[in-house]
């Protein structure tokens, strides 16, 4: 019998691109015909991830080694590099098998490659009875309205409202049970819980369910799926017992006691969990209005891409039938952090993000849905194995749908859940996509068939245009490539190369094939029934590529630092400017421009002479290079530099707006394809020794507009929230000599009351308007100091004031001849301004200024601004 979906085999890769798939084209030009649905803009992005510094480049590049990447290998090598290309009077590989031959399932005989495929099965044979106990799928498959409220019993409030602000201040277990004896102190009738009687009862109330895995002591592998029921760890260099072996001698091998265990939070209770109060239901309904008004709309050089629900892969899916108005759509974004500094502390991290919520609405904590925590110190060897009963838990959901009360509509519903895209940085995208990486020679992060360029006998490739000159290198001998017809990402491609992958006969054609296709494994995301089009699910990254990689390759040339010149030792680098005092003097500068950033603008850039390689932010750099730089970088590097420089600024500031015209993505699209092409003349300039310069994260820029027509605006699916969590979760450990414990205990409070105040909103005070402030309605708020005593006008003042009321229409009042100052005012974005009569005294002491405000129609007589204002007056 056939086993195969549109003529490929399932056995290889599970499913075919005619099946739950969207399969968006994407030309490699715009057409700016208004008069006809024009097609999507230029060829679709790259790699948009973190990826590591340039190796030592000496004639031969050498591997990193990282057993994470190693052993995952169907390959006995200790590198998750691309290999060499063969000799050429090696033998070829042999050919790819013919998807189209009659035989049913082609034998995948290397073991890992048959593991990969265990993993994905499973989790698209997944139900839910594996998941829930008897009771809890009872309950979980039958949401009732909320009976009652924690308000129904005041001790009930009081123990859960001081329970939500000891974390929402990171407070310790000790300061409510010390909040607790002075409340009972000073109200002896008050039954206050205690923290542990709380704690049970805000799980009870949340509906949270948590799942504890067994995991390897040396965070190798998860015990999940076909590890289940394996007794020890089968990485070949660890082999380290699953169980306390003093515990198992003990009881004669009958408590088994885990060494160490991993946490997943189930999505479904927790999504269950948002529509049951009337006020959250409602915001949920953002992504079926929003969706219903991007089909209505016209796509020509106005048309504004304003959030993900813009993307034409989105759009399609809808069209398609694969999205209804009751389903709902997800993001999962994963990375690794470290807890502690100076004190190997690695864990992962993994969440979802509701995009049925508005933008405002969805990235805000409150609104963040906790996947799972994978404790360090080691990074994961094997992360399919910790994200599998994540994933497993969506793919039931996938299938049988999820049960929702809607308490706005009072009604139940069932919901399917559709998995848009799936973030990460560049290490652990490589792990949920199956490539390569960004050093392969096809190391483009979105898979694009860009074939790379490599060192003679290196084993790191770069994604350069210009053929390099002189070298004899049969790897990169390729012609140049026409940037204006660069490949784009074809998911129908993917699928054969997957197939030609999967269907290896041994480590030898294994390694060739995987150095020809970019793709080393199958991704566990193929076992989703309901999700994009691998890989273009896997989108790139506006934080790490042009934020954090970017910047630190145009510094390592700017600046000469050895990274870029051990290569090129004796090369003119007339760019290398910043050395010396020429750099102290930039440096100094760029501290000095602090007092000009408004506190809305978090971080201010540090001096960079001193600071910038030690642990310097991302958004510091945001601020710093495509914000200041500009200015301060004018006069110091050569015109060339500095005109090829400000093109990519000018690029990433219209990239990272909220909102972005068709004709600005046009015009981005159109300088990104010239400063890629210029970056190469100017600085590798086809010299051999110089490809290191060509790194990913360049190549990656010509994604990025083709990116933004597909999934919407880049800084809506960057991995900010991510990093953000990361910090938070941080923040509140308090067990510094048991941190991963902690942080997974910290992490499912956080889910728990993020459950029950989108229950029962009224359980988290709403922000009050500061006492003494005035509100002027339409999000502006007059806050203090204020003038105790009329303020008497100058006679220029005066005059001032009489030309702001005669441009008011039908103003009935006259300027008054004193006034009461006000030293703020908030706008309705929610910062504040300073007024110059209170600022001035700030400016003195470099405090940051509030000064710098942009004012739109600010008195128009619509928004009854000026009559509040003469009231006011």
């Known amino acids: 019998m056939q086993n195969k979906r549109n003529g490929i085999p399932r056995q290889a890769y599970l499913r075919g691109s005619d099946e739950c798939h969207d399969t968006p084209a994407v030309p ?45 290998l169907p390959s006995d090598s200790d590198s998750d590099e691309d290999p060499p290309p063969p000799d050429p009077g090696s033998d070829e590989e042999d050919p790819p098998p013919d998807s189209d031959s009659d035989e049913d399932d082609p034998e995948i005989t290397l073991e890992n490659m048959k593991l990969d495929l265990q993993f994905i099965r499973m989790v698209e044979d997944a139900t839910l009875e594996s998941q829930f106990s008897a009771a809890e799928l009872r309950e979980f498959r039958n949401p009732q309205a909320n009976q009652a409220s924690p308000s129904d019993d005041p001790d009930l409030l009081l123990s859960i409202k001081f329970y939500i602000s000891s974390q929402k201040r990171a407070s310790s277990q000790e300061a409510y049970s010390d909040s607790r004896e002075s409340i009972q102190e000073c109200f002896p009738e008050s039954k206050m819980l205690s923290y542990s009687q709380v704690k049970r009862q805000a799980s009870d109330l949340s509906g949270l369910v948590t799942w504890k895995h067994h995991m390897c002591v040396n965070s190798c592998v998860g015990f999940t799926g076909p590890f289940a029921d394996l007794e020890e760890c089968p990485r070949p ?42 006020e959250m239901a409602q915001k949920m309904f953002y ?54 500094r100076n004190k190997k502390s690695d864990c992962w991290i993994y969440i979802w993000i509701i995009l049925d919520l508005a933008p405002d609405q969805r990235y805000k904590i409150r609104n963040i849905l906790p996947g799972g925590v994978i404790p360090g110190p080691n990074h994961p060897k094997h992360l399919d194995s910790f994200l599998f009963p994540g994933l497993a838990h969506v793919s039931a959901l996938q299938k049988e749908g999820l049960r929702i009360w809607d308490g706005y509509h009072r009604r139940a519903f069932l919901s399917l859940l559709f998995l848009l895209l799936a973030l990460a940085d560049a290490v652990a995208m490589a792990e949920l996509s199956g ?96 999700i994009l089009e691998l890989p273009t699910c896997f989108p790139g990254d506006a934080m790490h590529q042009p934020v954090i990689n970017l910047t630190a390759l145009m510094f390592d040339l700017w600046c000469d630092r050895e990274g870029c010149r051990k290569a090129d030792p004796d090369g003119v680098w007339e760019w290398a400017v910043l050395k010396g005092d020429v750099w102290k003097a930039h440096g100094k500068s760029v501290a000095d421009a602090a007092s000009y950033f408004p506190r809305s603008f978090d971080r201010t850039p540090r001096n960079p002479a001193e600071k910038l390689s030690s642990n310097y932010k991302a958004r510091e750099l945001l601020n710093y290079f495509y914000g200041l730089g500009p200015g301060l970088l004018y006069g110091i590097l050569p015109q060339a530099y ?40 100017l600085y590798y300039q086809r010299k051999p020794e110089r490809l290191h310069f060509v790194r990913q994260c360049v190549h990656s820029l010509t994604h990025l507009a083709p990116e933004t027509h597909r999934i919407g605006p880049p800084s809506l699916s960057a991995q ?20 991963f414990a902690n942080l997974a205990e910290q992490a499912q409070k956080f889910a728990e009351i993020n459950a029950m105040i989108s229950m029962w909103p009224n359980l988290e005070r709403p922000k009050k308007d500061p006492h003494g402030s005035i509100n002027m309605g339409n999000g502006y708020i007059l806050l203090g100091p204020r ?13 001032a004031l009489a030309t702001f009321f005669s441009d008011i229409p039908d103003a009935n009042s006259t300027p008054p001849k004193s006034i009461y100052r006000w030293g703020r005012l908030q706008i309705p974005t929610g910062q504040p301004a300073r007024s110059y009569w209170k600022e001035v005294d700030r400016s003195k002491r470099l405090a940051r200024t509030d000064r710098n405000l942009k004012v739109r129609d600010l008195i128009s007589s619509r928004l009854g601004f000026d009559l509040m204002l003469t009231s006011i007056l």
């Open 28 to 72: 490699s030009h715009m057409n700016d015909n208004a008069d006809q649905e024009p097609p999507p803009p230029p060829p679709p992005i790259n790699d948009l991830h973190e990826e590591d510094p340039p190796p030592d480049d000496s004639d031969k590049d050498s591997s990193p080694p990282d057993d994470f990447e190693n052993d995952s």
């Open 642 to 681: 500095y005109q090829h420089y400000c093109k990519l600024v000018v690029v990433i500031r219209i990239i990272y707006q909220r909102s972005i015209s068709r004709q600005q993505l046009e015009f981005a699209y159109k300088l990104l394809l010239e400063w890629v092409l210029e970056f190469e003349l």
């Open 787 to 799: 003038d105790e005593k009329p303020y008497l006008l100058s006679s220029s003042e005066h005059t």
């Open 720 to 739: 900010w929230t991510m990093e953000r969590m990361i910090g938070l979760f941080g923040s509140f450990i308090k067990q510094p000599s048991n941190p």
């Open 237 to 278: 260099r660890c082999h380290q017992p699953r169980y306390d072996q003093d515990e198992l001698k003990k009881s004669n091998g009958k408590k088994k006691v885990p060494r160490k265990v991993f946490t997943t939070f189930a999505v479904g209770p927790q999504l269950q969990s948002r529509w049951k109060s009337p």
């Open 287 to 340: 992504r079926r209005d929003k969706t219903r008004e991007e089909l209505n709309r016209t796509m020509n050089g106005a048309y504004m891409y304003d959030d993900i629900f813009c993307g034409s892969d989105y759009l399609e899916a809808v069209k398609n039938g694969r999205i209804k108005d009751h389903d709902m759509v997800l993001m999962l974004s994963t990375d690794g952090a470290q807890l502690h």
């Open 435 to 530: 490539s390569v990486g960004h050093h392969g020679k096809k190391g483009c992060r979105l898979l694009c068939s860009l074939i790379g360029r490599n060192k003679l006998g290196g084993s790191h490739y770069y994604p350069a245009l210009l053929l390099p000159l002189g070298a004899n290198n049969p790897s990169s001998n390729h012609p140049d490539i026409d940037i204006e017809r660069l490949p784009a990402v074809d998911p129908k491609k993917y699928r054969e190369d997957l197939n030609t992958v999967l269907t290896s006969q041994n480590n030898v054609q294994y390694q060739q094939r995987r150095l020809q296709t970019g793709i080393k494994k199958a991704s566990i995301f193929d076992g989703l029934p309901r």
